[in-house]
């Protein structure tokens, strides 16, 4: 059956409550193909799906975030809906808006303003999908110029990487880019011997479900001359083409952005066109690890010698030639040879001592050699095994890590921003992965076991570093601290879609230690992350952990998280152990859709203020499902009052432990509209002091209920799956659904490999 890529644009805008922007899901006929989060200017959100040509479907928005914090109502507002040029407005005869849940039942005129949780459903026709209809390609002109692209992208949602090329800000084509790299070529009419600026300019990068768009740029031919993108002519540009925002040339395109070439009036010489020779990449093999080897590269192997060229993946025959011995031969060659940034490093076992990398290896990649095991050795005298200070833009991926020193790190980046950790196997040694002052890093896809420290630890400086799709397993097996995943002093970080299993304390920590705000984190989201048994050794800790000591307001997000089996040394005493736990003055935070079940506590506020704990399933925890303590009393001092935090629409299911503690004045949380279940409305269940109900420090529902809390809140059946084997999700038909509860995408919760 015939396809098209069609291009669906949605503009909109939005506005945020509690810090949060608005949030919407574009699907088509109800399949996920991109997400965006909308501010309150207005703007283009451009999403390219390979639908069914000639076919009607269904063009979704679904506005999935709706909320009202502290007075502020958070919403969003469709302008336009643009589908393969055509544009549609939301209060067109084909769009309808239904309200809450998608399922056909509140259904009203489409309109642009939306209020609450609900879809946009434009009704398109299969006139906006018609077949595509091949091109012949022009024929070769005298005077014309040709530039080839050479690219390949990683796709997300299913869509990949799209990008235009321009010569001096002039659109020329465009195209997508697939997982396997080829040419792309583009004629244009430059003017004869005049230098112009070719562009490459990368346009829909996108986070979708962990997946993260991105383009890679091998090279940019013109009329023949070839540039690698780290050559000194290349510039990248990244967000707006405005000059503002400029770094070195690079391969990998992380954002959205573009990559300028200055090319010399050489390369546009008067009368005739110089067609290169199209050349046929090797084509890449996906593998559970990394790509094959592709383009010019060095190579090492434990079979190699360093006086050889390193240019061959195997000695030669006559024994004259083949890959180095040493990752230090090869960085020096690297750095030799400005056509070459890549290492690839065959099976085997390497004792080596470590490699540092400044910043004349920005821009390098050491990676294994297809599904080959390459194993580095750490030893006392070599602590780190990859360092780098100042080295940019780096990739260490398919690599196998072991025998560290407990004192020392796998990897230590410090101003290595843009560097990418992809795909590796870690054991033991001491930390896996320190990045500081390394904006924009990537940790992604790795499994890490039995790391003496932090497995991933991202420090001061690292803001809008990405953590994402890694198993983690008993962190902190030597030194027993902190979390398997520690964020410090590092802003607008992603922690998402990791599993991280049996930790001696927190699963994943983020947050500040200092009152001065030294060490202050903002705006770290975590998301669809399965966490299970932490806090295994310890008295006073989380599955997911939060801390905010500089005492302000710090706008995370938890959501979407499955945190089980949180508990103590002690499980049996007085100890602070719950699934999710903000503590010390955590403020101004979003906990929403978490599945927080079978720890001894489940979630818990501990001085903070302003912040929301609004639909989650909380369920089965053997102490108290819900907590907040107003007396922080860390080294005496009792800090901001607690207040303004809402505890609205959860599930909370009391078949074991109880329902709330409070220890706190009466404001602490206004908790209202929750669902609960397996409660006996007999048994007291709710605890608060100082002294709030008739029945005295402890009461029942009626009595919490008669002392002013949970306004709004019923009893009832949620239709739990499968609660004695511990499957707390929802049914389908769920109670809960009718009332406004949105529904957690429990399937996409956890590794994306799995």
């Known amino acids: 059956m015939a396809t098209t890529s069609t291009k669906i644009v949605v503009n909109a805008l939005g506005k945020a409550a509690a810090g949060v922007n608005a949030h919407f899901t574009l699907l088509v006929d109800g399949q996920k193909v991109g997400e965006g989060t909308a501010g309150t200017t207005a703007k283009d959100f451009v999403f390219t799906p390979v639908l069914t040509a000639d076919t009607a479907h269904k063009v979704q928005i679904r506005y999935d975030n709706d909320a009202v914090v502290n007075g502020q109502d958070r919403s969003l507002t469709v302008n336009s809906i643009s589908i393969g040029g055509k544009t549609i407005a939301p209060t067109a005869g084909i769009v309808s808006y239904d309200k809450g849940a998608l399922d056909g039942r509140d259904v009203a005129a489409g309109q642009s303003n939306m209020w609450w949780n609900g879809t946009l459903v434009v009704n398109a026709d299969k006139s906006y999908f018609p077949a595509a209809t091949p091109t012949p390609a022009p024929a070769a002109t005298a005077g014309k110029d040709t530039i080839v692209v ?431 736990y903000l503590d010390d003055w955590t403020s101004g935070t979003t906990v929403k859709g978490n599945v927080v079940h079978d720890n001894i506590g489940g979630v818990f506020l501990h001085g903070g203020w302003n912040n929301t704990v609004t639909e989650n399933v909380i369920a089965g925890n053997s102490g108290a499902q819900i907590g907040l303590q107003q007396d922080v009393a860390w080294s005496g001092w009792k800090g901001h009052t607690m207040s303004g935090n809402d505890i609205s629409g959860n599930v909370i299911d009391v078949r074991e432990g109880t329902a709330v503690h409070i220890y706190g004045p009466a404001n602490v949380g206004n908790l209202h509209n929750n669902f609960y279940s397996s409660l006996d409305t007999a048994a007291k269940e709710f605890d608060a002091w100082p002294q709030v109900m008739s029945s005295g420090a402890w009461g029942t529902l009626s009595n919490w209920q008669a002392a002013g809390y949970d306004k709004g809140s019923m009893m009832l059946n949620p239709g739990f799956v499968n609660p004695s084997a511990d499957d707390f999700s929802l049914s389908s038909n769920s109670p809960v659904y009718a009332h406004g509860f949105d529904h957690i995408a429990y399937g996409d919760i956890g590794l994306l490999h799995a």
């Open 150 to 580: 050479n690219a390949s992208g990683t796709a997300a949602g299913g869509v990949n990487a799209h990008f235009k090329v321009l010569v001096d800000g002039k659109q020329i084509g465009e195209a997508t880019a697939g997982t396997t790299a080829k040419n792309f070529t583009f004629t244009t009419d430059a003017a004869d011997n005049v230098a112009h600026k070719v562009q490459i300019q990368y346009d829909n990068d996108a986070m979708v479900n962990g997946q993260d768009r991105s383009l890679t740029v091998n090279s940019i031919s013109i009329n023949g001359h070839s540039y690698a993108s780290t050559s000194s002519a290349v510039t990248y540009d990244k967000g707006a083409l405005d000059g503002k925002d400029v770094v070195a040339g690079q391969k990998g395109m992380w954002w959205n952005g573009t990559l300028v070439l200055n090319a010399p009036a050489s390369d546009f010489p008067a009368g005739t066109t110089n067609t290169p020779t199209p050349t046929t990449p090797t084509p890449t093999t996906p593998t559970p690890t990394n790509p094959a080897p592709t383009g010019p590269a060095f190579y090492v192997a434990t079979n190699g010698k360093d006086s050889w060229s390193g240019k061959l993946a195997a000695p030669n025959a006559a024994g004259t030639d083949g890959p180095f011995a040493s990752l230090a031969k090869a960085q020096a060659a690297m750095r030799a040879d400005p056509n070459i940034d890549t290492t690839y490093i065959r099976g085997g076992d390497y004792h080596q001592n470590g490699v540092w990398l400044n910043a004349q290896d920005s821009g390098v990649t050491f990676a294994g050699y297809g599904n080959e095991k390459a194993v580095i050795h750490g030893s006392s005298s070599a602590s780190v095994s990859f360092g780098l200070g100042g080295a940019k833009n780096v990739t260490i991926e398919g690599l196998t890590f072991a025998d560290g020193v407990t004192s020392g790190h796998y990897v230590f980046a410090d101003n290595a921003a843009g560097l990418t950790f992809a795909n590796n196997v870690v054991k033991g040694g001491g930390y896996g992965i320190t990045v500081q002052n390394s904006a924009n890093s990537k940790v992604t896809g790795n499994q890490f076991d039995n790391t003496g420290a932090e497995s991933i630890f991202v420090k001061a400086g690292s803001n809008a570093t990405l953590v994402s799709d890694n198993l983690i397993r008993h962190p902190n097996a030597a030194d027993r601290g902190d979390a398997g995943i520690w964020v410090n002093g590092s802003s607008d970080v992603k922690v998402t879609h990791n599993q991280i299993e049996n930790s001696p304390e927190k699963a994943i920590a983020v947050g500040s230690v200092q009152t001065d705000g030294s060490d202050a984190a903002y705006r770290v989201t975590i998301s669809f992350n399965k966490v299970i048994n932490a806090n295994l050794e310890s008295n006073d800790g989380g599955g997911i952990y939060l801390i905010n000591r500089q005492q302000d307001l710090a706008n995370h997000t938890v959501i979407n998280n499955d945190v089980s089996g949180t508990t103590a040394t002690n499980p049996t005493g007085q100890v602070a152990s719950w699934g999710i």
